[in-house]
């Protein structure tokens, strides 16, 4: 496993990842990726999984301490009372007394940012949080967060079949991470000839070889999503191999334009 130690906090560069996880699958998911040695899991109020999340960590023989436990505020509750009740909700679905990571799942309008930020600030202030963040902020948005508060990271979609240049740039500037969900572009990645080609070499699946090349940039973590437990542990032996410059090479010139989450209210991602 890759860690990076960020702002005091240790975090595993790849965690296990929940969207659509629900009822028993994500309860069984969950338990068999700590058994397989992920020590970071991602959830979110809106996917609906908290409690399944929850009743997996305390049945889990792995210590709350050593699991690194991200969760979402969403972003119809962004006025600064209900993020505070939402963070209760998620402590008392997930079983536990601190988020080590807690994010605003998406930028809204509707709501002043700073006020957000600051009830945030609150939970952290009261050890109900670690860290804070933001997700699916484009640069402009995560540059006015990063003036209002200590973002940990900003997790957007980044995978090999879309880029994140600018947003890299920007959080590398500034010692924040970024973390690269749908990193296998939804499945999208097993289909791309080249990854299939380049992971031959090495013995490793396009899935595999898409972790990789996430995972050997400097700042990135990434959180993969299976409902099957033998792709758990294909998405977690990632760190046997190294990709070589020149493959890397070939990867980023892939086209990066594939972008596979775009709900209508997603903030215009040039901006
Ligand atoms: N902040 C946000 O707005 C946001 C948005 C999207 C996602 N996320 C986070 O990022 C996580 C990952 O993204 P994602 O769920 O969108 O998609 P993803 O991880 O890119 O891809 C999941 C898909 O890939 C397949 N897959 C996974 N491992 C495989 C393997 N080894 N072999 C073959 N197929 C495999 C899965 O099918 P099987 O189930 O059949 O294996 C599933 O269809 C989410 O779960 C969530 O935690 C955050």
Known sequence: MKYYEF?????????FGTFR????????????????????????????????????????????????????????????????????KSLRHLRTDYLDLYLIHWPSDRFPLDATLDALMQLRSEGKIRQLGVSNFPPAFFLHACEMAPIFTNQVEYHPLLGQDRLLKLARERGILLTAYSPLAQGAVFKEELLVEIGRKYGKSAGQVALRWLLQQDGVATIPRTSSEENLRDNIAVFDFELSGDDVERINLLPKNQRTVTPAFAPDWES
């Open 7 to 15: 702002q005091d906090t240790r975090l595993p560069a790849l965690g």
């Open 21 to 88: 996880l629900v009822g028993e699958t994500c309860r069984r998911q969950v338990l068999k990726a700590l058994e397989a040695g992920y020590r970071h899991i991602d959830t979110a109020r809106a996917y609906d999984n908290e409690e399944e999340v929850g009743r997996a960590l305390s049945e889990s023989n792995v210590e709350r301490s050593e699991i690194f436990l991200t969760s979402k505020v969403w972003m119809d509750d962004l006025e600064p009372k209900r993020v505070l009740r939402s963070a209760e």
